[in-house]
Nanobody, 124 residues
Framework: QAQLVESGGGLVQAGGSLRLSCAAS????????MGWFRQAPGKGREFVAA????????DYADSVKGRFTISRDNAKNTAYLQMNSLRPEDTAVYYC?????????????????WGQGTRVTVSS
């Protein structure tokens, strides 16, 4: 059974950095994209970034472009989200997810697999 497990969340001051990890297991994700979404209190789930597992092609939401970097390690079957220059508005629960590569990846509804989420809190 496919499983995604996030880690790396925590409390950080504004301007600081965190790296989130998403360990994938249970199936081959070579034909998938891995995405990161976030959900702040009282808000909907928001697309953050995505990476195509096979080619490494990436895309980012405008709100994080230039500050966040998504990557993957094929050998470890793990995706990462490096978050720099964090702002209080980045506070949210962050989820990793997997979507088939041919589907629209900015829509959470298209994703087949989700992790349990990891909380990121940025203090001002």
């Amino acid at each position: 059974q496919a499983q995604l497990v996030e880690s790396g969340g925590g409390l950080v001051q504004a301007g600081g950095s965190l790296r989130l990890s998403c360990a994938a297991s249970g199936r081959t994700f070579s034909s998938y994209r891995m995405g990161w979404f976030r959900q702040a209190p009282g808000k909907g789930r928001e697309f953050v970034a995505a990476i195509r597992w096979s080619s490494g092609t990436t895309d980012y939401a405008d709100s994080v472009k230039g500050r966040f970097t998504i990557s993957r390690d094929n050998a470890k079957n793990t995706a990462y989200l490096q978050m720099n220059s964090l702002r209080p508005e980045d506070t949210a629960v962050y989820y990793c997810a997997a979507v088939k590569s041919e589907l629209t990846y900015r829509s959470a509804a298209n994703y087949d697999y989700w992790g349990q989420g990891t909380r990121v809190t940025v203090s001002s």
